[in-house]
Every structure is written in structure tokens, then in C-alpha cells.
């Protein structure tokens, strides 16, 4: 194999590599923001409520029951 090729053929697959990288990335945010429901519980919410999207799943509700204050 020459140098070319070899070059060529690193290229290859790194941007394979890339490819499938984006592709994971992709599937684990459509699972994180939808599949696993994480958001019923963890969106950030302002004062009246309304979801702050811009937050993403950074906050939380409160539970607030007699045996316990989550
Ligand atoms: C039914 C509501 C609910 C859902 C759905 C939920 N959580 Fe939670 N989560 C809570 C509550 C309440 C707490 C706080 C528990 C406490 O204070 O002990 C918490 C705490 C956490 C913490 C902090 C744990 C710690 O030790 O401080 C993480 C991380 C977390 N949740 C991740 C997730 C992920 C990831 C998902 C989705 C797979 C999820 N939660 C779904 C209610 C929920």
C-alpha cells in the first residue's frame, strides 16, 4: 500500500468514525428528551409554571408529600 492510499484509507475512517459519532449523539438526544421521560419531572419551570425550554432538563419540581420534600 502506498502512502496515498493509506492516507486516503485514515480519511475514510475517521470520517466514518465522525459519522457514527453524530448518529449516537443524535439517537441518545431523541431517547433523552423523549423516551425516558426524564422532562416530566426535571424541566425547569418558571414561577407560574410555564416550561423554560431554554433550560433544557435542568431543574425540577417539587414534591411535597407527608412523609417526605423531594
Ligand atoms: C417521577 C419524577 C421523576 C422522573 C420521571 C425522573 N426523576 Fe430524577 N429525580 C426526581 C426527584 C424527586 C429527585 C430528587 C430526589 C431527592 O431529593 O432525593 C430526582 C433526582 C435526580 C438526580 C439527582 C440524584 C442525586 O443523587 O442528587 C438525577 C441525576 C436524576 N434525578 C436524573 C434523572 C434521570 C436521568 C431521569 C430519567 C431517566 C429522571 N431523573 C427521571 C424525580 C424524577
Known amino acids: 500500500m ?4 493509506k492516507l ?3 480519511a475514510l475512517l475517521l ?3 465522525g459519522a ?8 441518545g438526544k ?6 425516558v421521560a ?11 409554571g410555564q416550561p423554560l425550554f431554554e433550560k433544557g432538563l435542568s431543574g425540577g419540581m417539587l414534591f411535597e408529600e407527608p412523609p417526605f420534600k423531594a
Do not use: T
Not at 20 to 27: M, N, T
Open 20 to 27: 457514527a459519532w453524530a448518529q449516537d449523539i443524535e439517537r
Open 15 to 17: 470520517i466514518s468514525i
Open 30 to 35: 431523541y431517547l433523552m428528551e423523549g423516551v
Open 8 to 10: 486516503a484509507l485514515s
Open 38 to 48: 426524564c422532562g416530566n419531572c426535571h424541566f425547569a419551570r418558571g414561577d407560574k
Open 2 to 5: 502506498n502512502r496515498f492510499s
